[in-house]
């Protein structure tokens, strides 16, 4: 908001001050200024001062930050006023206005520019290339008109030397359609004259020194302005301008004249008409016969002339120094004296440049014309940017029209906005207090009054037959206005002004002198007839629309034209009539220095601008009601946090949680509430609420981050519980999919003769690797069940053995006998021819020890105490393990070694069939290998279960390339070797405490 800038900046709204003095005011915008705030409001007025460089304050986030916004939202800048008027004419459908006022210099036309780039970027379609077009044409007729319409003065490099006025046409949803432009008054007498340290307009300028080698040659010009007469005046230091590149800004010109639509030949056509008239300028005319008549000095200079119009020189010599007058149907040659043929070559530059112009502006206007269907159905933006009030040393007949201009401009904005506070305050039901202000009516009525008006006298002077003279205008004006009191002259009493040619008008800006001199001659904007015909019969296309009045015969009587003031005087009223019909908006420019500087500020000058800008009389208009009114529901939204009833929300309207926060303040007496607004007497009310809601602040960003840190953490949770849902809906999805894949695969398996080991399966997602290997593992077990239910007793007994030498051994040894035969009790196999023995004996033991089966029975080579190998058979019963001699299986000297005397189990890693057998007390260990084919393995698991299933012990089974035994009490070891392929296994001493079982590699 613009009462919320730090007070380093000072007030960002003058209605905010505490004292409306004209000091406080100034004092507020020079601290503002020198802090680089160029822009200040009152109310919704908008004060501009020129900083004379660029400010980085007109970027894409400026845009973004005031668009949509209401202009107390934010500091004061100019995108706010531009984004007032298109939300006005977008949510209202209402037609605005932007009038942008102010003297030469002072940045109107620049904030001209600004206003059409924020409008055009806050306008972006998606679609339609015409619209984009149209926003194109806009900005660049900018270009055009600046080239054609300014020039340099004394107090401004880049001035505006017409009145603009732009109307932007928008359809319903606030997109571009097309525009017109209307100009007022161009200052035509610079064309042939211009004071010291100004310049013509820049279109000469740009001709000389940006055209190229091939234009200029056929213009018959040279790059330079110092050879002609029209762009020398102001003097050699003035042909080139400081930030200004005459060259660049040619170049800028015909790009834009091409993306408008002009044609290649008539840009040509333009150029050579500017160079036409710089080459009138250097026509010399001289008299002859007695300064009766006059000629032409230089004729060369007349054919450059004619080939540039596209006539003969004789045509042009005769139109310049020869008038044709129709008397009784007859039509007679009079020579021009002198005076009159230096007059006709001054007006026909003068007219040449200005249809010119019009012709341009029209042109212009052609290209972003809307098309009839939309005119009635859209709205309108109109931009006035149009010359400021000017007073120089010497102030001639276009500073009083110039002047008068800017009379109706603030009378209409006084009346407007005092108008918009009495309507204000009748709307919201609050009592309107009479402002007592100046009003300047009586000023526009000393110029316009049809009567006894300025421009009136100045009419009927020019009516006067024969020749008639500026001083006595002076005199007529004397007689007709010596009684006003606006109005002086030397005749009225001020001794200081000229008799003969000096009068002064008080207007509202201050006392301006003007000069008469003049005045007659640019009133009726005399251009003969004979330099019309000669015109409009050029060859140059062009120059037949600019001067279609030359059409008419030789002896045809025209009807006398309005003179210039009175044509002015028509324009300025029908422009008034416009703005009046469209809610206006204002920008009001104020020129920091004459010397065009930044960062000076010129305290007179200000001054002088303040007044005649009549700034204080729009604060005190402001400021004698309230100061400040906002909406109830923006005043809401700032202050609720002030009281405990409308904070966090409000339960009630916004108009009652308006009161009920006034109320907590104690307030009451300070506002008054209307039926949408609040309105606050005092900005001392404004800023004590701003300071309560500082201190409020803290506690506020608190409870934000309390909020928005739950906000997020809900979000989050939202968000994984979501995802969890999804995870488990699409793994749910994959596990059907899949099992239905499995389900596919697996349908036939209990009739396939494998039960299904040889099928393929289905590939898993990665989510169901895990899943798979359990379905994997329950198919084995499936499969296995199956497997083993068709084996006898003894058969599922050997499954169960071999199945815990795989256990034992899997990974550990490289032979655990898958491929041998497991038969338990070999020795009693008949394919042992000791057989019967076998069985006497072991009937005996059996017998004799209580043994009640045996469980196992292999013929074993054993080490021997001395670490020879000797044949045993051992026999494992359910109590003992028995080492009897082979062959006859007699027992041995030995006693049997009962079952539970068995402590652990080693094998070698290789694929030998070596065993330890490690007891627990006081036998020593048994180091043998199984032989005739049969595993070790087998003996370990036979060993391994038959403990487990009697005494519920599981013995330790330890594989290593290394093992150590017991043999009499003494620790040694035993290595298994390789031997070659062929060879027989045995054991073989090492050294007294280390042995070694050798197998053979192919065994």
């Known amino acids: 908001m613009a009462f919320l800038e730090s007070p380093e900046f000072g007030v960002g709204d003058f209605i905010l001050l505490d004292h409306v003095t004209e000091e406080a005011f100034l004092a507020n915008l020079k601290l503002r200024f020198q802090k680089d705030k160029i822009y200040t409001y009152i109310g919704e007025t908008l004060v501009s001062v020129n900083p004379y460089r660029q400010l980085n304050i007109y970027t894409d986030n400026e845009v973004k930050e005031y668009r949509g916004r209401q202009v107390f939202e934010r500091p004061a800048h100019i995108y706010a006023v531009a984004d007032a008027a298109y939300q006005s004419m977008l949510r209202r459908r209402q037609d605005s206005c932007i009038v942008i006022s102010g003297e030469s210099g002072a940045g109107k036309t620049e904030a001209s520019k600004i206003v059409m780039r924020y409008l055009s970027a806050v306008t972006r379609p998606s679609s339609k290339r015409e619209i984009e077009r149209v926003k194109g044409l806009l900005i660049d007729s900018n270009c055009i008109l600046e080239a054609f319409g300014n020039a340099k003065t004394t107090r401004n490099d880049n001035s505006s030397r017409f009145g603009k006025y732009m109307d932007i046409n928008f359809d319903f949803k606030g997109d571009p359609l097309g525009g017109h432009i209307s100009n007022y008054l161009l200052e035509k007498a610079r064309v042939v004259s211009q004071q010291d340290g100004e310049r013509n307009f820049h279109a000469f ?25 029209y762009t020398c005046m102001g003097g050699p230091s003035n042909f080139k301008v400081a930030g200004l590149d005459d060259r660049k800004n040619f170049q800028e010109v015909q790009t834009a004249m091409k993306a408008i639509g002009f044609q290649a030949e008539e840009q040509s056509m333009l150029w050579r008409l500017v160079a036409a008239t710089l080459h009138l300028g250097e026509v010399r005319l001289t008299s002859a016969d007695d300064g009766e008549k006059s000629v032409v000095k230089n004729p060369e200079q007349l054919k450059v002339v004619a080939e540039l119009l596209g006539t003969e020189p004789g045509a042009v010599e005769k139109a310049l120094t020869i008038k044709l007058v129709t008397r009784r149907n007859e039509v007679i040659e009079t020579s021009h004296k002198y005076e009159k043929a230096l007059f006709a070559r001054e007006a026909l530059a003068k007219s040449l440049y200005e249809r010119m112009f019009t012709w341009i502006v029209q042109k212009i206007n052609s290209f972003v014309a809307v098309q009839s269907d939309f005119v009635q159905q859209g709205t309108v933006i109109g931009v006035l940017d149009i010359y400021g009030f000017e007073v120089f040393q010497v102030n001639c007949f276009e500073q009083l029209c110039i002047n008068y201009c800017n009379e109706k401009l603030q009378q209409l904005f006084i009346e407007l906005v005092l108008k918009r506070e009495q309507e204000e305050y009748r709307s919201e039901g609050i009592d309107w207090m009479h402002v007592e202000y100046f009003n300047n009516q009586i000023i ?19 009516l006067v037959p024969g020749d008639q003279h500026d001083s006595a205008f002076l005199v007529h004006m004397d007689k007709k206005l010596s009684k006003h009191a606006h109005y002086a002259s ?19 800006a201050g006392l301006v002198t003007y000069s008469v001199d003049g005045f007659i001659v640019k009133n009726k904007d005399l251009l003969f007839q004979d330099l019309k015909r000669l015109l409009y019969n050029c060859s140059t296309p062009i120059l037949k629309e600019m001067f279609a009045d030359g059409a008419g015969p030789v002896d045809e009587v025209t009807k006398r034209p309005h003179t210039a003031a009175t044509g002015f005087k028509m324009s300025m009223v029908a422009l008034v009539e416009i703005l009046q019909t469209k809610e206006p908006h204002y920008v009001r420019c104020v020129k920091p220095n004459g010397q065009k500087k930044p960062s000076v500020y010129e305290d007179e000058l200000c001054t002088h601008q303040v007044r ?7 604060v005190r208009v402001r400021r004698a009601g309230f100061a400040h009114r ?9 202050y609720k946090m002030l009281c405990k009833e409308t904070w966090p929300r409000s339960k009630c309207s916004d108009r009652e949680a308006a009161q009920k926060i ?32 500082e201190k409020k602040i803290p506690m506020m960003a608190v409870i934000i981050q309390k909020i928005w840190k739950g906000l997020r953490a809900r979000r989050y949770f939202r968000r994984l519980r979501a995802a969890v849902k999804i995870q488990d809906h699409f793994k749910n999805y994959k596990w059907r999919f899949y099992m239905a894949k499995v389900i596919e695969t697996f349908k036939d398996v209990k009739t396939m003769p494998d039960l299904g080991n040889s099928l393929q399966w289905p590939q898993p997602p990665p989510v169901l690797k895990v899943a798979q290997t359990y379905m994997w593992k329950i198919h084995r077990n499936w499969r296995a069940k199956l497997l083993v239910e068709k084996l006898n007793k003894q058969q599922e007994e050997q499954m169960r053995v071999r199945c815990i030498a795989y256990s034992a051994c899997r990974g550990r040894k490289a032979d655990w006998g898958l491929n041998i035969p497991f038969p338990l009790n070999g020795l009693k196999d008949p394919s042992n021819p000791n057989s019967s023995k076998f069985n006497q004996s072991i009937a005996g033991l059996k017998s004799l020890n209580g043994d009640q089966t045996v469980i ?11 670490m020879k190998p000797a044949d045993r058979a051992f026999v494992l019963t359910d109590k003992h393990l028995y080492r009897l001699e082979h062959g006859t299986y007699a027992p041995g000297k030995k006693a049997p070694m009962a079952v539970k005397q068995i402590g652990a189990l080693s094998l070698f890693p290789g694929n030998d069939q070596g065993l330890i057998i490690h007891t627990k007390e006081e036998f020593g260990d048994l180091v043998f290998y199984v032989a005739d084919g049969r595993s070790a393995s087998e003996f370990a698991s036979i060993l391994w279960l038959t403990i487990k299933r009697k005494y519920c012990h599981r013995l330790k089974v330890t594989i290593q390339p290394e093992l150590t035994y017991k043999q009499d009490g003494k620790a040694k070891s035993i290595v298994m070797q390789q031997s070659g392929a062929g060879t027989s296994p045995t054991f073989k001493k090492l050294s007294a405490d280390k042995a070694a079982l050798v197998w053979p590699a192919s065994s």
């Open 444 to 462: 526009c009525n000393l110029v316009e009054d049809p009567s006894n008006g300025v421009i009136a006298v100045l009419d009927t002077e020019c």
């Open 662 to 693: 006034s109320h907590a303040m104690q307030l009451n007496q300070l506002v008054k509430f209307g039926k949408t607004k609040i309105f606050i007497k005092i900005p001392k009310t404004l800023f004590f609420l701003e300071r309560e809601r």
């Open 490 to 508: 030397n005749a009225t009493g001020v001794k200081t002004l000229n008799r003969e040619s000096e009068f002064q008008i008080k207007h509202y």
């Open 205 to 229: 300028y740009q001709l000389l020194m940006g055209g190229d080698a091939a234009l200029l040659a056929s213009c018959h010009l040279e790059a330079n302005p110092g050879n002609y007469v």
């Open 856 to 866: 196992y029975s292999a013929h074993v080579v054993k080490l021997g105490r001395n």
């Open 630 to 638: 906002q909406p109830f529901e923006s005043f809401v939204a700032r």
């Open 612 to 618: 005649y800008l009549g700034l204080l009389e729009n």
